[in-house]
Each structure stands twice: as structure tokens, then as C-alpha cells.
């Protein structure tokens, strides 16, 4: 009898061993990250990175100024492949009187990608709701950065004033340019004019002409090149400066070191090539915080020289205090 139960008890721990085990095997594989938000402080000014997911670039294929092999060197040498790929980050100011977000990833379209279009939903994962942000700056109008304006049921931002450089509105809603544009950009075109309607209609799209302060504490500076408009964004609380770039740069495992190195995406590469070399500069000799669109999320860090090119320097993970 004895016998006999403990056959039974071993065969029971045997099928509990074998279910137990397939039904570890058969969990679905969670395909997600962690909500993508990063919270610190700059000053007296509350800094939210919000993620927007990333987008595979082949820089091999897309950036000028250089040859395939050059790239693909750097590349190994950074531990990469020919497929990179590349964060979309947007940034949520508090200055104590207004919140501010400067670029809202893509948005809801999936125009670029699945891996694209999570702003929205981190910025609501991080503490805040879209109704309360007050106003939203763009670096420049390409849809990674200008689609996260529209949601599934219309404006994302109800009461916020949109802000931009006149000449990239002017180059970007002008029908007769899209007309004549490339085929491949006349979706940029579309696209912005898609996002931006429901708040012109609105009366709230308010343009701005080069460098100006917008808020006490957030500056506009005219950084042209990579589009006609393309701006920069100085954020100043107690003596300390962070500058959010746009599209300064795309492939930061080769563009610190080669600053000369532009993208098949740039307007005009020669001043996108002369901003660059300006705004590292700048950043390195004022130890600026550097908060990037296009860098490995949150994209926050410093640069400093290194010989004829720069070397970027991550921002130490941290808690809010």
C-alpha cells in the first residue's frame, strides 16, 4: 500500500513537473519596454524625455559626405550594423507657469513604423495629461516630429499654442512646393499640413522669426540647414543651460567624431554641415546639457572635443530631487 502511494505521489510530481514546465514554455513573449519617460531637474525647471520608440535608419545608405566603407567602419567600431537602430525622443518642460513640449514624435499614423508613435501615451505614463501642456515647440516640421500633434480623435493638444519658425511653416504648407517637390518628399508635406490644420483653424499657430525668447527660460535660436527653419532650443533655469536639438545630428556613432558627415534627409547639407560645427562647438565650450532627438534614448548628455571632432558623454541616470 505504501508502495503504491508513493508511486502515485512520484507519478503526481513527474505530470506536475511536465504541466508546470509547458506552461512556463507557452508564456507569449512580452514584446514591450517599460513606459519611456525620464524625469530630472535643470534648475527650478522639471525635464520630462518622453520616448516615442525608434525607427531602423541604414546610415550606409542615407548619409553624404562620406563613403559606404567609412560608415560601415565606424559603425563596427561602435558596435553597430549596417541597420541602426535610432530613438525619436521629444521633451516636456515644466518652468513652475508653463508646460511646454518641444517635438511630439509621430503619432497615431504609424507613417513611419510600428516602432513609432508612443509619446503620447508616455507622456500620460509620466504624471501629465495632453490638455495640460500649454504650449508645443517644433525643432522643424518632418513628420517624426510634427506627427505626434493629431490623435485618433483629432488635436492631441486641446489647449495648447503651437509655436515654429515662420519660414518652416511658410516651406511647409505651401501647395505649389509640394507640387514641385520630389516624389519622396511629398508626403513631408502632407503630412505636416495634416497635423498642423486643426490648430490653424483654431487661431492657434503663432510663428516666430530666427532667435527670440518664447517663455522666461525657453529661447528659440535659428539653426537652418537640416530644413529652412530648423531651430534649436536653449532651456535656462538658475544658470544652467540644456540645448535640444532637432535633427542636429542623426548617427551619433559617427557624426561626434566626423561633424563634416550630413544625411540624404538635409535641405541644404553644406549649412546643415555649418550648423553642426556651430552648435558642438558652442555646446562643448559652454558645458550646455545636450538633449538630442535622434540619440539612444533618453538622449540626454554632454560633448566635449576630441581632437578634430567631439565625443558625447551620457547624462549618470539619477533621481528627481
Same mark, same amino acid.
Given at each position: 500500500?505504501?508502495?503504491?502511494?508513493? @508511486?502515485?505521489?512520484?507519478?503526481?510530481?513527474? $505530470?506536475?513537473?511536465?504541466?508546470?514546465?509547458?506552461?512556463?514554455?507557452? @508564456?507569449? $513573449?512580452?514584446?514591450? #519596454?517599460?513606459? *519611456?519617460?525620464? =524625469?530630472?531637474?535643470?534648475?527650478?525647471?522639471?525635464?520630462?524625455?518622453?520616448?516615442?520608440?525608434?525607427?531602423?535608419? &541604414?546610415?550606409?545608405?542615407?548619409?553624404? !559626405?562620406?563613403?559606404?566603407?567609412?560608415?560601415?567602419?565606424?559603425?563596427?567600431?561602435?558596435?553597430?550594423?549596417?541597420?541602426?537602430?535610432?530613438?525619436? !525622443?521629444?521633451?516636456?518642460?515644466?518652468?513652475?507657469?508653463?508646460?511646454?513640449?518641444?517635438?511630439?514624435?509621430?503619432?497615431?499614423?504609424?507613417?513611419?513604423?510600428? *516602432?513609432?508613435?508612443?509619446?503620447? #501615451? !508616455?507622456?500620460?505614463?509620466?504624471?501629465? #495629461?495632453?490638455?495640460?501642456?500649454? &504650449?508645443?515647440?517644433?525643432?522643424?516640421?518632418?513628420?517624426?516630429?510634427?506627427?505626434?500633434?493629431?490623435?485618433?480623435?483629432?488635436?492631441?493638444?486641446? !489647449?495648447?499654442?503651437?509655436?515654429?519658425?515662420?519660414?518652416?511653416? %511658410?516651406?511647409?504648407?505651401? @501647395?505649389?512646393?509640394?507640387?514641385?517637390?520630389?516624389?519622396?518628399?511629398?508626403?513631408?508635406?502632407?503630412?505636416?499640413?495634416? %497635423?498642423?490644420?486643426?490648430?490653424?483653424?483654431?487661431? =492657434?499657430?503663432?510663428?516666430?522669426?530666427?532667435?527670440?525668447?518664447?517663455?522666461?527660460? /525657453?529661447?528659440?535660436?535659428?539653426?537652418?540647414?537640416?530644413?529652412?527653419?530648423?531651430?534649436?532650443?536653449?532651456?535656462?533655469?538658475? *544658470? $544652467?543651460?540644456?540645448?535640444?536639438?532637432? +535633427?542636429?545630428?542623426?548617427?551619433?556613432?559617427?557624426?561626434?567624431? #566626423?561633424?563634416?558627415?550630413?544625411?540624404?534627409? +538635409?535641405?541644404?547639407?553644406?549649412? %546643415?554641415?555649418?550648423? =553642426?560645427?556651430?552648435?558642438?562647438?558652442?555646446?562643448? &565650450?559652454? =558645458?550646455? $546639457?545636450?538633449?538630442?532627438?535622434?540619440?539612444?534614448?533618453?538622449?540626454?548628455?554632454?560633448?566635449?572635443?576630441? *581632437?578634430?571632432?567631439?565625443?558625447? /558623454?551620457?547624462?549618470?541616470?539619477?533621481?528627481?530631487?
Amino acid at each position: 500500500m505504501l508502495k503504491t502511494k508513493l @508511486a502515485l505521489s512520484g507519478a503526481s510530481l513527474i $505530470l506536475f513537473a511536465v504541466l508546470t514546465s509547458a506552461s512556463w514554455a507557452a @508564456a507569449p $513573449l512580452q514584446k514591450f #519596454q517599460a513606459p *519611456g519617460f525620464y =524625469r530630472m531637474m535643470l534648475g527650478q525647471f522639471e525635464v520630462t524625455v518622453l520616448h516615442d520608440g525608434a525607427i531602423d535608419l &541604414e546610415p550606409g545608405k542615407l548619409l553624404t !559626405n562620406t563613403t559606404a566603407p567609412q560608415v560601415e567602419k565606424a559603425l563596427d567600431a561602435a558596435f553597430q550594423g549596417a541597420v541602426t537602430p535610432t530613438s525619436v !525622443n521629444a521633451f516636456l518642460i515644466n518652468t513652475g507657469e508653463k508646460l511646454v513640449l518641444i517635438d511630439s514624435g509621430v503619432g497615431s499614423s504609424g507613417a513611419l513604423g510600428p *516602432g513609432l508613435g508612443q509619446m503620447l #501615451q !508616455n507622456l500620460v505614463a509620466s504624471g501629465y #495629461q495632453p490638455g495640460q501642456v500649454d &504650449e508645443v515647440y517644433f525643432t522643424h516640421v518632418h513628420p517624426d516630429h510634427v506627427g505626434g500633434l493629431l490623435a485618433p480623435g483629432g488635436e492631441a493638444f486641446p !489647449n495648447a499654442v503651437i509655436r515654429l519658425d515662420r519660414r518652416e511653416l %511658410a516651406y511647409w504648407t505651401d @501647395a505649389e512646393r509640394a507640387k514641385q517637390a520630389p516624389e519622396a518628399q511629398r508626403p513631408f508635406f502632407q503630412m505636416a499640413v495634416s %497635423a498642423l490644420k486643426p490648430y490653424q483653424d483654431a487661431g =492657434r499657430i503663432k510663428p516666430f522669426e530666427g532667435s527670440v525668447e518664447l517663455v522666461p527660460g /525657453i529661447r528659440a535660436i535659428s539653426a537652418p540647414g537640416h530644413t529652412l527653419g530648423h531651430t534649436v532650443y536653449d532651456v535656462e533655469s538658475e *544658470g $544652467l543651460h540644456m540645448r535640444v536639438w532637432g +535633427d542636429v545630428m542623426h548617427v551619433g556613432a559617427i557624426q561626434f567624431a #566626423q561633424p563634416q558627415v550630413t544625411i540624404a534627409f +538635409d535641405t541644404d547639407s553644406p549649412a %546643415a554641415a555649418k550648423t =553642426r560645427a556651430q552648435v558642438f562647438s558652442q555646446v562643448a &565650450e559652454e =558645458r550646455a $546639457l545636450v538633449a538630442a532627438a535622434h540619440l539612444p534614448f533618453p538622449g540626454l548628455g554632454h560633448i566635449r572635443r576630441m *581632437g578634430a571632432g567631439y565625443e558625447f /558623454i551620457p547624462y549618470p541616470y539619477g533621481g528627481v530631487k
